[in-house]
């Protein structure tokens, strides 16, 4: 049995931010190469704390989609991950024995050198007939005086692909250093410019500021009075939505398994979990929000306080993918990134077979079965708030310097709108859902949420909400 981990930043406030990890994820799952594909991020649930816990395997292979190695893939996501790592990750990527699994972490997905297959790919799609007797290649990285590693790999692909042959010139430019985007007109003498972004996805830069920089005015751009006469840029879309990047995720996945043939296991203690939860489904069972009622064979799930409504006043939801994007907002509109806050959305319910109902619960409330099963067996660690304020690098470091005062204020805020216990405040849990009430779910540990608050609190800036 293996599981593959895909491990995304997600955000506190942009509901989108998360969309192309679950993306890749469904692609990955529908090949039926792995026994589950499971998502985790820094600032969404399940989050980097708790996702090795989620995972059904002993044998898991942990894959950063980011576009560039740096700050979040050598330092955030290993430390909170507890890989017992810091700093770049080796070729081979770094393998530990944690807790029973096999937990092996490869480089990001943008630095794999089939990359520059789908910058090839990206380039076909802008200009299907491009030639080296005329067209130019440029591939457009973001650049930053703080990550030398994201130009790099800039650089190494231009050089695979000047050496393919299939360019009159490639060439390695940049938004924010030398040599810059802007200067593309003095630098690129070919009349036909292919410009592929090395961009994760679609957003500000992609649409506003390179199209901005470059003088385009669309997907075709004819310029006709440049230093090097006329010429016309084709403007692809950014390399990380490309769905070739599913096969690289593949490569990485394979390559980090390396000699080895032998899955892993069952993981026993999460195997245990989930018979608990479907026993309990069995006989109806509702906890934090949401009803369970088995159905002819099938179980029907529904926000609580919809009990009784007639199913046709109801929306009606037949996959795990339906109940997570119907849930994943709040009845405003607004973004959950924390799914125990009592915000869930009424007005659906959602018919499931066995192996879609632990899906969909996944969804609904990521790692609350296991950390709750792990609580009902007085094996859940709460993590103390000074703990994990020391923990914090970079921007959150400062949360360090808050009082318990100011901590308390901004969780009783944060929190009083939660679900969960606090046991990480010294809060008791003696029973949970497990054991019919269904509001008890524990927190172990301050989730990002609550820290990017406290932050804020430090910082006076607190009243727009988290970032
Ligand atoms: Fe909920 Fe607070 Fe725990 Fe975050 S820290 S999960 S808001 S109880």
Redo the contacts with the bound molecule.
């Keep these: 049995m293996r599981s593959l981990v895909l491990i995304g930043h997600g955000s506190h406030l942009n509901g989108e931010s998360a969309a192309a990890v679950y993306r890749y994820a469904e692609m990955i799952r529908a090949r039926g190469l792995y026994d589950e594909v499971v998502e985790g991020y820094w600032k969404e649930e399940p989050s980097l704390r708790q996702v090795l816990k989620t995972t059904a395997s002993t044998d898991v292979t942990v894959i950063p989609m980011f576009i560039s190695e740096g700050y979040f893939t050598e330092t955030v996501i290993p430390r909170e991950m507890g890989l017992g790592h810091q700093g770049p990750v080796p070729p081979e990527g770094v393998a530990r024995v944690l807790g029973g699994r096999t937990v092996r972490y490869t480089l990001p997905y943008g630095v794999h050198p089939s990359m520059s297959d789908v910058i090839l790919a990206r380039a076909h799609e802008a200009l299907p007939d491009s030639s080296p007797e005329d067209t130019a290649l440029i591939v457009l990285g973001h650049g930053t005086t703080r990550n030398e590693n994201s130009n790099k790999i800039v650089y190494q692909n231009a050089e695979v692909l000047r050496q393919s042959g299939q360019f009159a010139s490639v060439h390695a430019l940049f938004l924010d250093e030398d040599p810059k985007v802007g200067t593309w007109p003095e630098m690129v003498k070919a009349p036909r410019v292919v410009v592929v972004p090395f961009f994760a996805s679609e957003g500000w830069h992609t649409l506003e500021t390179i199209p901005e920089d470059m003088g385009l005015e669309g997907a075709v751009t004819t310029f006709t009075d440049n230093p090097h006469g006329q010429q016309t840029v084709y403007y692809a879309k950014p390399v990380g939505t490309h769905s070739a990047v599913a096969d690289v995720i593949l490569h990485l996945a394979e390559e980090a398994a390396g000699a080895s043939t032998s899955d892993g296991d069952t993981e026993r203690v999460h195997d245990a979990a989930w018979s608990v939860f479907m026993d309990r489904a069995r006989q109806g069972l509702r906890f934090g929000e949401v009803l369970v009622q088995p159905e002819s064979g099938v179980f029907e799930l529904r926000h609580a306080l919809d009990e009784g409504r007639p199913g046709h006043e109801l929306q009606t939801l037949v996959t795990p993918e339906g109940v997570r994007d119907f849930t994943r907002r709040d009845e405003g509109g607004h973004h959950r990134p924390?799914h125990?806050?009592r915000n869930m959305p009424r007005g659906w319910r959602a018919v499931m077979a066995q192996a879609d109902l632990v899906r969909a619960v996944q969804y609904l409330y990521p790692a609350v079965i296991e950390e709750t099963y792990a609580q009902s067996c007085h094996t859940l660690r709460p993590t103390p708030w000074a703990t994990t304020a020391r923990r914090q690098t970079g921007i959150y470091a400062r949360v360090q310097k808050a009082t318990p005062e100011q901590l308390e204020e901004v969780?009783a805020d944060?929190?009083g709108?939660?679900?969960?216990?606090?046991l990480?405040a010294g809060e008791k849990l003696p029973q949970t859902f497990f054991d019919g009430v269904p509001g008890a779910i524990p927190?172990a540990?301050?989730?990002t949420?609550?820290v990017a608050e406290v932050r804020e609190e430090v910082a006076g800036k607190r009243g727009g909400g988290a970032s």
Excluded: K, N, P, S
């Design positions: 924390v125990t806050l969780a944060v929190c709108g939660c679900l969960r216990t606090r990480w927190c540990e301050a989730c949420f609550l």
